[in-house]
């Protein structure tokens, strides 16, 4: 295995370590209030992660935008990661650079980074009104951190396309 693989297994193992967290730990707390005699008085407090948004929007009747959540930001990272696995283990040129490449169309896909930007939008919005206030939490960052994580092993990985058979052409006899 080259140096650049090994670097894309270590970062794609330290961004399933950050995913973890990303998808468990507290994503986002959204915070309502209205003022009771010029003080504010908290009348709404939820903190969800990204299961727990899946969870709920699955509840909601919310079946296409959970599925997409659940599809593109908790079952795509795990099976690019399995898929890792098996392209470096795999011996076969061509299937090998099948699965590359596979790999790299789904990354292109993923909601990572679309979820990343649509928590801090929702956050950037909130404190946009009075009475309604946003804090991060730490899944987020961990999301965040695993998404870059994951980019930059993809950045290392090398797999080299399989050989090509060289072409014979084949001119006019000459006498």
Known sequence: MT?????????????LVLLI???????????ASIPIFNKPTEIFRQTQNV?????????TGNYFVAGLILLFSIIVPFIKAAILAVILATKAPGP????????????KWAMADVFAVGVFIAFLASKAIDNLDAVIGSGFYYF????????????FLHVPAPDQ??????GPNRS
């Open 51 to 59: 299961i727990e948004a899946v969870r709920s929007l699955y509840e």
């Open 144 to 155: 965040v951190g695993y998404c870059l994580v994951s980019n930059v092993a993809f950045q």
């Open 21 to 31: 967290p990303g998808l468990s730990q507290p994503a986002l707390t959204i915070v």
């Open 96 to 107: 090998r650079y099948q699965l590359y490449l596979f790999v790299r169309s789904i990354s």
């Open 3 to 15: 140096t650049r693989n090994v670097i894309a297994v270590g970062l794609t193992l330290v961004s």
């Open 165 to 170: 058979a060289p072409t014979v052409i084949v």
